[in-house]
C-alpha cells in the first residue's frame, strides 16, 4: 500500500465532502473545490472519513494513491481555514497597492506592474510592503504567490526584490577596491 494513501482523510462538521462516482466535492465555509479521480483510484465515503483504494499495485497507481489523498487532504483544510502565504519588498520605492481586483506593484521599473488577483485569491496589503496572498487552494495559492515574486525576485548583492517571510538569502561579496 501507499504509506500516505492508506490513511484515511479526516474532515470536520466545518467541511462537507461528496462523492460522486469519480468526482470528489468538498465544500465549506471558505469556498469549494472539486476533484476528478483517476480511473485506477476510488474514494468511498464512511461517516467522517474518505477512504481511498487503488485497482492494482502498479507503480503509477501508487502514486496516484498518495498524490490524491494529500489533494483531498489539502482541500478540506482549504475550505475550512485556508491557506496563506506572505511577500515582503525589499527596496527604495517598492511598494504594493490593491485596488478592486487588481494588484499594483512598483518594483522600480519605469512603469508598474499590474497583476490581475485570479479567481478564489484574497490578496491584503500591509504597510505598503508586505503582501499576503490567501485561499482555500494550496497550489493557486503558493501559484500566485510564485507569480508575484517573479516580477523582482531577490537579487544577491544588495538583497533587494520581493521574498517570502523568513526566506534567507544568500548574499555574495561585491567588489573589491584594487591596488
Request: a positive charge; zero cysteines; hydrophobic letters at 35%.
Amino acid at each position: 500500500m501507499s504509506r500516505i494513501g492508506k490513511y484515511p482523510v479526516t474532515f470536520d462538521d466545518k467541511s462537507n465532502v461528496t462523492v460522486a462516482g469519480q468526482q470528489v466535492v468538498v465544500k465549506g465555509a471558505k469556498s469549494s473545490l472539486k476533484f476528478n479521480l483517476d480511473q485506477r483510484i476510488t474514494a468511498k465515503l464512511d461517516g467522517k472519513n474518505v477512504i481511498l483504494t487503488r485497482a492494482d499495485d502498479s507503480k503509477e497507481s501508487k502514486s496516484l494513491h498518495g498524490l490524491y489523498k494529500v489533494l483531498i487532504q489539502n482541500a478540506v483544510t482549504g475550505v475550512s481555514t485556508g491557506f496563506t502565504k506572505a511577500l515582503e519588498m525589499h527596496g527604495v520605492g517598492y511598494r504594493a497597492n490593491v485596488q478592486g481586483k487588481k494588484l499594483e506593484l512598483a518594483l522600480g521599473f519605469s512603469h508598474p506592474i499590474i497583476f490581475d488577483i485570479p479567481e478564489g485569491i484574497e490578496i491584503k496589503v500591509d504597510k505598503q510592503t508586505t503582501v499576503s496572498v490567501a485561499g482555500a487552494d494550496k497550489a493557486l495559492v503558493g501559484q500566485v504567490a510564485a507569480k508575484i515574486r517573479s516580477f523582482r525576485p531577490p537579487e544577491p548583492y544588495l538583497g533587494k526584490g520581493v521574498r517570502y517571510v523568513g526566506e534567507h538569502i544568500r548574499r555574495k561579496a561585491g567588489k573589491s577596491a584594487g591596488k
